[in-house]
Nanobody
Framework: QVQLVESGGGLVQAGGSLRLSCAASGITFSLSASGWYRQAPGKQRELVAT???????DYADSVKGRFTISRDNAKNTLYLQMNSLKPEDTAVYYC????????WGQGTQVTVSS
């Protein structure tokens, strides 16, 4: 059974930083495509950052230069370092991992106040 458990969300002022974590069981990030997505109220879920099994990364234009996706293979944990946060980054952030199936975490709320 695959489980993805996000943590690290919270309330932060604009310009601040947060680091999200996603701990996986039942799936190995280093053997899977993975990523972070977010969904703001009234909006569709959107891609934030992705990482291939080989470690290549890609980012949405809106977060390039501010967010960094990384992983710790020994801990089987995916991270999203978010700097220079803006109010428009407010959303529920979801971790995703894919092999032949796609798996999602339960989400963690990030709220950025102006």
């Amino acid at each position: 059974q695959v489980q993805l458990v996000e943590s690290g969300g919270g309330l932060v002022q604009a310009g601040g930083s947060l680091r999200l974590s996603c701990a996986a069981s039942g799936i190995t990030f280093s053997l899977s495509a993975s990523g972070w997505y977010r969904q703001a109220p009234g909006k569709q879920r959107e891609l934030v950052a992705t990482m291939t099994s080989g470690g290549s990364t890609d980012y949405a234009d809106s977060v390039k230069g501010r967010f960094t996706i990384s992983r710790d293979n020994a801990k089987n944990t995916l991270y999203l370092q978010m700097n220079s946060l803006k109010p428009e980054d407010t959303a529920v952030y979801y971790c995703n991992a894919q092999n032949i199936w796609s798996f999602w975490g339960q989400g963690t709320q990030v709220t950025v106040s102006s």
